[in-house]
């Protein structure tokens, strides 16, 4: 998730007297205030037993909760201290990559799963927690099921799930729908129907910020899971040979296309960038009837739109299931967490810190509260009894339901590959919704860099 950087830094800028706003951007991509990199104290008690280090990113509105989460464990924990360190988002990227590689990792690795995770595995840098959660089954039982696909790696799991949730979402405008005079869609082929209704009337049915290429991606990432399920991606992530070329997947960017033929999209989508949040106001300006953007854009919407979210405009919906497609519409895809990982290279010493830290500090129950607090979703079951009394109650709730729910939570094909095949993939999507590849040229283009 490169590429959302620059777009959550810019709202995170623009929306910081949000509460929500602000804890909708606190995915790993959120552009963090400047810190230096400096240290931050984990427990000024300074017990006399080991310590561990742990570095994550800095700025609101994340490091606080994860600061005070090391507090209360260093004092709970005078023999076995964790010292951190918070380190601004770009700098993270650079130091975290530099100091696994010379093997002097943190004994605990803040990250973002996927793809970055799977190359720390096949270095042979991070710890196999495969063993470690089955004998700790009530720490794994607690947090939502779908939060550790992104954490495992050829079924087995190298890292501990964390901190909030951000599901994709179907985002639609009330108004506009009441004054065209139709519901939202049940099934793809409703979508199908509506972009005819809403042409006709001179709205687009969808706003897009396509020149930023991840907005593009999302598409494609509900297509292939509701038309193949959510194995044909898996095939791709697990490095199987030939996997872009799976019928589902052809399906899914050849319908992918007669959208953008069909004039699914505002005219000139591919020179609207998510970055200046262009594509968030076509849909409260009700030039556009619908929008697919992460759970995020509630708080952009709700700071920059106006009266538009608090007056009921906005309403939300998982992805409908595409009319006889093999996948389950529950489930969902986006960010499915955050994560933790433990340095093969920390003492022994240092990983039973580590894993104390993670059984018994990870989400306590302060923690969640700070999350909620701040506007997340904490992947905790049963943390939406935290919502009560909050304005943003219903659509906490419903960001809960669908990622508690949802039996896989794919992670954003963009995190879940590596960098190198990340680039190739944003690239070739900018080229399909141009029009100037076909759907076999794409899968033959990211059959190339399978693996890589």
């Not at 300006?285 to 697919?292: D, E, I, Q, V, W």
Request: net charge neutral; charged share 15%.
């Amino acid at each position: 998730m490169e590429s959302r950087t620059t777009s959550r830094r810019t709202f995170l800028s623009l929306s910081m007297g949000v509460p929500l706003g602000a804890a909708l951007a606190a995915c790993g991509t959120s552009g963090p205030a400047p810190s230096g990199g400096g240290a931050a104290s984990g427990g000024a008690a300074g017990g006399g037993g080991a310590k561990a280090s742990y570095w994550f990113l800095s700025g609101p509105p994340g490091e606080a909760p994860r600061t005070a989460a090391v507090q209360r464990f260093n004092k709970a924990n005078p023999n076995g201290q964790i010292d951190i360190t918070a380190i601004q988002n770009d700098a993270y990227k650079t130091k975290i990559k530099t100091a696994i590689g010379a093997g002097q990792a943190p004994t605990i690795i803040w990250g973002w799963g996927g793809g970055g995770l799977r190359s720390y595995v096949q270095a042979g840098q991070v710890e196999d927690l495969t063993s470690w959660f089955g004998e700790n089954a009530a720490v794994k039982d607690r947090l939502f099921p779908g939060a550790f696909g992104a954490a495992t790696i050829d079924n087995k799991i190298y890292a501990m799930p964390c901190e909030t949730v951000q599901p994709i979402v179907l985002f639609y405008n009330k108004k506009v729908f009441e004054q065209v005079g139709v519901q939202p869609p049940q099934s793809y082929g409703d979508i199908l129907d509506l972009v005819k209704k809403f042409n006709a009337k001179g709205i687009a049915p969808f706003s897009l910020g396509g020149q930023s290429r991840w907005t593009n991606m999302m598409w494609l990432e509900f297509l292939f899971d509701r038309i193949g399920g959510s194995e044909v991606f898996q095939a791709v992530f697990d490095g199987e040979k030939d996997a872009w070329n799976n019928p589902a997947s052809i399906e899914a960017l050849t319908k992918m296309q007669e959208l953008i033929k069909a004039n699914g999209f505002i005219k000139g989508f591919s020179s609207i960038t998510a970055d200046s949040n262009a594509d968030q106001a076509l849909l409260y300006t009700g030039k556009a009837a619908m929008m697919l953007h992460g759970s995020w854009s509630y708080g952009i919407q709700q700071a920059q739109g106006g009266d538009f979210v608090a007056s009921g405009g906005l309403g939300w919906m998982n992805f409908p299931p595409v009319d006889g497609g093999k996948g389950d519409p529950s489930d969902t895809v986006g960010n499915p967490g955050q994560y933790l990982s433990i340095s093969s290279k920390a003492t022994p010493e240092q990983k039973e810190i580590a894993k104390k830290f993670f059984a018994t500090g990870v989400l306590d129950d302060a923690e969640q509260k700070e999350w909620v607090g701040t506007g997340g979703v904490p992947i905790v079951k049963g943390s939406d009894s935290l919502f009560t009394g909050s304005k943003d109650a219903e659509f906490l709730n419903f960001i809960y339901g669908v990622a508690s729910n949802a039996k896989v939570f794919a992670q954003s094909w963009d995190q879940a590959l590596s960098p190198t095949a990340a680039e190739v993939l944003l690239d070739n999507i900018a080229k399909l919704f141009q029009l100037s590849i076909s759907p076999q040229q794409f899968a033959t283009n990211m059959n190339a860099v399978i693996g890589k």
